[in-house]
């Protein structure tokens, strides 16, 4: 087989449907209203980075396909923070140093948390997000934000479409509920 160069990601739609969605869901304004997250480039940051580690979670054991259409999102999410630092007046020369840096802060919100998702360890998660997310004397709302994952990752187990561009999330108040906490 030769290699085309010019050839489509195949899943490249599928990722970006997914993309969106993550991206609508991490700008809800219950998270900067009522759940601590501050609304400032570093806040929407970090919930997308959350949100993409959920959709992470779900699709780490699945097949290569799955492993490929994961790949991709991974790829159009830094690709899209490079677009918008460099929307932001960011130079050309820092770009890279600060995609870096964000790829880091993705890749240590992702080793915290993991864990705590396959074990559904609601204190360990609480002071993961707490020590990533929010000021460490604010654990009520990374136990909130605790709360809302677990609701998610539930929601995320049944289905089966993510790969194909179908992801559904529950609205904040209704994951932290399906999650044990109060919404």
């Known amino acids: 087989m030769i290699f085309n160069p010019f050839r489509k990601n195949p899943h490249a739609d599928a990722a970006y449907a997914v993309y969106n969605a993550i991206v609508a869901q991490s700008r809800h304004p219950d998270f900067y209203l009522h759940y601590g997250i501050h609304d400032n480039v570093t806040g929407r940051f970090d919930m997308i980075a959350l949100h993409l580690s959920l959709v992470f979670h779900r699709l780490h054991e699945e097949d290569e396909q799955t492993r490929q259409f994961a790949q991709t999102l991974f790829d159009l ?107």
């Open 77 to 183: 999410f830094f690709k899209d923070m490079d677009r918008s630092l460099r929307e932001m007046g960011v130079g050309d020369l820092t770009v890279p140093k600060k995609v870096k840096k964000m790829s880091e802060l993705f890749y240590g919100l992702l080793g915290a948390i993991k864990d705590y998702f396959d074990s559904k360890d609601v204190e360990g998660l609480t002071q993961a997000l707490s020590r990533n997310l929010f000021d460490p004397e604010d654990p009520e709302n990374a136990k909130i934000l605790a709360h809302y994952c677990f609701g998610q990752l539930d929601h995320l187990d049944p289905q089966g479409q993510i790969d194909k561009g179908t992801l559904n999330l529950l609205s904040p108040n209704d994951a932290i509920q399906a999650g044990g906490g109060q919404g």
